[in-house]
Nanobody, 128 residues
Framework: QVQLVESGGGLVQAGGSLRLSCTAS????????MGWFRQAPGKEREGVSC???????YYADSVKGRITISRDDAKNTLYLQMASLKPEDTAKYYC??????????????????????WGQGTQVTVSS
């Protein structure tokens, strides 16, 4: 079965940087579109950034310019490089996978229910 394992979360000061990783197994990685989602206490799960199996990228307006999503298909790994972190970025961050999307990532990255495979999440806490 598909397994997604996130790593790289932690406690950082405002303005700091962090890189999250998601390593996938049980799938043909380059056949899958991938996404990063986050959820803070009392809030809905929201899409942060997604990258399709063909390389198209979407960023949420709240993180655009501060975050870079990338993938290394040879390593079956998805990355989220975060800079200029703010306290409002504090959340549990999840990696998700969906096979061979053919629509714009702006759509499915705004609809987490479209994804069938999820990791356990990694906590990011940004102190003021």
């Amino acid at each position: 079965q598909v397994q997604l394992v996130e790593s790289g979360g932690g406690l950082v000061q405002a303005g700091g940087s962090l890189r999250l990783s998601c390593t996938a197994s049980g799938l043909t990685f380059d056949d899958y579109s991938m996404g990063w989602f986050r959820q803070a206490p009392g809030k809905e799960r929201e899409g942060v950034s997604c990258i399709t199996w063909t390389g198209s990228i979407y960023y949420a307006d709240s993180v655009k310019g501060r975050i870079t999503i990338s993938r290394d298909d040879a390593k079956n790994t998805l990355y989220l490089q975060m800079a200029s972190l703010k306290p409002e970025d504090t959340a549990k961050y999840y990696c998700a996978a969906i096979r061979r999307t053919y629509t714009s990532p702006s759509f499915y990255c705004s609809h987490p229910g479209e994804f069938g495979d999820w990791g356990q999440g990694t906590q990011v806490t940004v102190s003021s």
